[in-house]
């Protein structure tokens, strides 16, 4: 079992910045590892989607297209705690940020959310 906590998110203006982490946790020495962490978001009335996702080996990212060169995933694998910095905030991008992570048998574990809201 692995645990999330979420915490970062907030309201701000367009063009502000904001970062969000997440710590994962696991009950046990027994739990499997990570493979990857990353976020996604889910807007009202929206499908939630993938916004960044880390695999833990490696380092390799990907991003959804509308944050591209905006937002970017980090991670301290010491830490097994995940950021994202996300710039340039559009309104758009206002939504309920998700803290995933999936273990090697890719059972993926979710965050309880945090909104972030940004202002025209």
């Known amino acids: 079992q692995v645990q999330l906590v979420e915490s970062g998110g907030g309201s701000v203006q367009a063009g502000g910045s904001l970062r969000l982490s997440c710590a994962a946790s696991?009950?046990?020495?027994?739990?499997?590892?990570?493979?990857?962490m990353g976020w996604y978001r889910q807007a009202p009335g929206k499908q939630r989607e993938l916004v960044a996702v880390m695999i833990s080996s490696g380092g390799s990212t990907t991003y959804a297209d509308s944050v591209k060169g905006r937002f970017t995933i980090s991670r301290d694998n010491a830490k097994n705690t995940v950021y994202l910095q996300m710039n340039s905030l559009k309104p758009e991008d206002t939504a309920v940020y998700y803290c995933?992570?999936?273990?090697?048998?890719?059972?993926?574990?979710w965050g309880q959310g945090t909104q972030v809201t940004v202002s025209s």
């Open positions: 995933t992570a999936r273990s090697l048998s890719l059972t993926a574990y």
């Open positions: 696991r009950a046990s020495r027994s739990t499997a590892s990570i493979y990857d």
